[in-house]
């Protein structure tokens, strides 16, 4: 069954609408680009000619013989929408729209915009841009694109695609990573995006059989999900996706009074995105074309066990320091493999790193030697070796080329990367053989850090999880915590002992058949941080201490919130034990609702040690969040405490989420703390914030 963007990336005749004679201008060059390999029809179209490049031209699409798969629009924005209408009545199965000057340039571009999105909804054929830089297909030779970054290089065939919301930067990056040697299948650049956005390009890719690996930039996303469907897509056919994302601040993004709301911003969203889809994000253009480089190269290691062999003792520390941080392991070799390097090298470093000494610069073989030792021995997934700038020196790395391909076909799993400076036909060949060259020791090891956080991530991926249909229970206004416990409580989430008290004798009474120790609180749905308003006593021991703290607790609130309306005042058990814990949601208006876990009370906004998932979460996943936070070794048991029960944390934050999942008309939900306990724990605050309150 044919795909709707199959016009798109792999079109059989394409038509160029503005088409010029001048291979430099904007209509010019995708007729010369094409020109050069593409097998199927390229149709000039323009009304002043009858040839083009030497091709024959005609003055409308509608006069050309026969059918069009795709359709390129050079003309300036008030010529393009009619070429649209004259498109769509020829049947043009997709457009690539050049044209700028729709809703990138305010009120009246964006209204044009809007008109030539329904007419061409309504006529039945996509759109890509307007304002795109266009796109390219290198196996089948077809260039629908007016960028003039092939001028001074030319990519050549491989497994790579880019898609990117910005032609320029897309195309810059393109460049750097061509420079590498590397080679592509697609390249999507898509605008305005008024129809085809980089969700339903990377969808496409993802069953693209010459596309092993995807790159991708993005600024934002208008339809979340249909992104997240389409990255799990990639997931589930293991292809990697580096995606570099900008604009990391919330500017724009309404405030709510919660600290999940501040701390689940529109960034850290795209990062859970991410991280259930197992997309790696880039935050350098080095490291964008670094990782991709590694990707391309087909070898995931299966663990983190990291060998490196060096001349120099100092790289070695170097690697080794910058593997530890990057979460690799360099084991020890065994003693058998040790004196097996020293045979060879008498003096030479033999436990990981491994330091040859210079000595090997008399004979190289002894290098290569020592690798294989490594390899054999020492049980590990990759192997890093520094070569220094060997690389330069004429024959030696031609002579040492057998040596190294001889040892790639003896350990086909695992992954190699040399280290050195080389001329790029040299690093090709190299790469050719199976090996990743890198001239920069710390991104060496980054790459390999990289590989093993996607391969890792490969094997744990799960189906995204549905989200529950919508709760009876509609919610909407203010909601007082006493409502939120009572909403969250039937949600599954435990909740400590308390009673509500709308008087001083009422409050003494609800403590004495609680039970002291006493926490007071003030209840009201206008005052969301309740300690900031002196609503809060603790640790009361007696109806003495319970008496005179409510008759306080309410003259500090009435002074810090006059307007507040008060219900009175929730009496609780106190939880003396326990680390606090923060369980949040947030609905975020692109991707829905997002569950968050870290650590709570004072911790969440000093240390924002936090983690989100998009909601609902499984049990898994749940766990996941809970290794995810730096604070876990106090969860853990750090110092000789007893654990928490992580089981009934993961429940608790399950539940958050279902809870989210089933009432799209909340905005936010908090408890904070969730006291975990060594056996079972307990929320003792809630808070529920809805779209009308």
């Known amino acids: 069954m044919s795909h709707p963007l199959d016009a798109l990336f792999r079109p059989k005749s394409v038509a160029v609408i503005g088409a010029s004679s001048d291979a430099n201008r904007i209509g010019g060059r995708p007729v010369a680009y094409s020109k050069r390999a593409y097998t199927g029809a390229i149709v000039p179209i323009n009304p002043t000619r009858s040839e083009i490049q030497g091709l024959t031209a005609y003055a409308s699409i509608k006069d050309m013989p026969g059918p069009v798969d795709q359709a390129i629009i050079a003309v300036p924005a008030k010529v393009a929408l009619q070429a649209a209408d004259e498109c769509i009545a020829k049947g043009v199965k ?34 890509l841009g307007p304002n795109s830089l266009g796109m390219f297909n290198v196996g089948d030779g077809l260039y629908s694109t007016f960028s003039s970054a092939f001028d001074p290089m030319w990519p050549r065939a491989g497994s790579i695609a880019i898609v990117s919301q910005s032609g320029a930067f897309g195309t810059y990056f393109l460049a750097l990573a061509v420079e590498r040697g590397l080679g592509f299948s697609h390249f999507v650049a898509t605008g305005n995006e008024a129809d085809i956005d980089v969700a339903e390009c990377v969808a496409w890719l993802a069953d693209d059989p010459a596309t092993r690996v995807i790159m991708i930039y993005l600024e934002g996303c208008r339809d ?28 724009g993004v309404a405030a709510i009074a919660s600290h999940t709301g501040t701390l689940a911003g529109s960034d850290a969203v795209f990062d859970a995105v991410f991280a259930e889809n197992n997309v790696y994000r880039a935050r350098s253009l080095d490291e964008l074309v670094d990782v991709a480089t590694a990707c391309a190269g087909g070898v995931f290691p299966k663990g983190p066990r990291l060998g490196v062999v060096t001349p120099s003792g100092g790289v070695g520390i170097l690697m080794a320091d910058a593997a530890t941080e990057m979460g690799l392991e360099l084991p020890t070799l065994p003693d058998a493999a040790q004196e097996k390097i020293r045979a060879l090298v008498p003096f030479a470093g033999a436990a990981n790193p491994v330091d040859t000494t210079a000595q090997v610069v008399n004979d190289w073989s002894l290098f290569t030697r020592i690798m294989g ?20 020196t004429p024959g030696l790395m031609d002579r040492l080329k057998l040596a190294f391909a001889e040892i790639r076909q003896r350990f086909p799993d695992r992954l190699f990367v040399l280290c050195a400076r080389m001329p790029r036909d040299m690093a090709n060949a190299f790469s050719a053989l199976g090996f990743l060259v890198f001239e920069d020791p710390t991104r060496a090891i980054a790459a390999v850090s990289a590989l093993h956080r996607l391969s890792a991530g490969f094997a744990t991926i799960r189906p995204l999880l549905k989200v529950g249909g919508e709760s009876r229970e509609k919610l909407s206004g203010t909601i007082n915590e006493a409502g939120a416990k009572r909403l969250l409580a039937a949600a599954g989430i435990p909740f400590a002992p308390e009673r509500v008290a709308r008087a001083r004798e009422e409050t003494v009474a609800a403590a ?13 749905a206008d005052i969301a941080h309740k300690s900031e308003a002196g609503g809060v006593a603790l640790s009361l021991r007696s109806a003495d201490e319970v008496a005179a703290a409510y008759d306080a607790m309410m003259v500090r609130v009435a002074k810090h919130a006059p307007g507040a309306r008060i219900a009175g005042a929730l009496v609780a058990r106190m939880i003396e034990r326990g680390i606090e814990t923060v369980i949040g949601l947030k609905r975020d208006p692109v991707f829905g609702p997002v569950v968050l876990f870290g650590l709570g009370g004072v911790y969440v906004e000093v240390l924002k040690d936090v983690t989100l998932r998009l909601a609902p979460v499984d049990r898994a996943t749940a766990i996941e969040m809970i290794h995810a936070i730096k604070g876990y070794p106090l ?13 009934a944390l993961a429940d608790a934050i399950v539940a958050m989420s279902r809870f989210g999942a089933a009432h799209p008309d909340i905005t936010s939900a908090e408890i904070n703390p969730f006291i975990a306990l060594p056996r079972g724990g307990v929320a003792v605050d809630a808070l529920i914030l809805t779209d009308g309150g």
């Open 373 to 392: 030792i490594v390899l054999e021995d020492a049980a590990v997934d990759s192997v890093v070796a520094f070569l220094a700038h060997m690389g330069q």
């Open 94 to 127: 997709v457009a690539v729209m050049f044209s700028s000057g729709f809703a990138e340039i305010g009120a009246e571009g964006r209204a044009m915009q809007e008109a030539l999105t329904h007419r061409c909804a309504e006529g039945g054929m996509k759109l």
């Open 635 to 647: 969860l853990a048991g750090a110092r000789g405490r007893e654990p928490v029960d992580l089981d």
């Open 224 to 251: 979340g999900p249909r992104l997240r469907a389409a990255l799990a897509r990639a997931a589930a056919n293991a292809k990697p996706v580096i995606a570099m994302k900008v604009g990391v601040s919330d500017t």
């Open 512 to 524: 004495e058949e609680i039970g002291f120790p006493i926490v007071l609180k003030v209840l009201s």
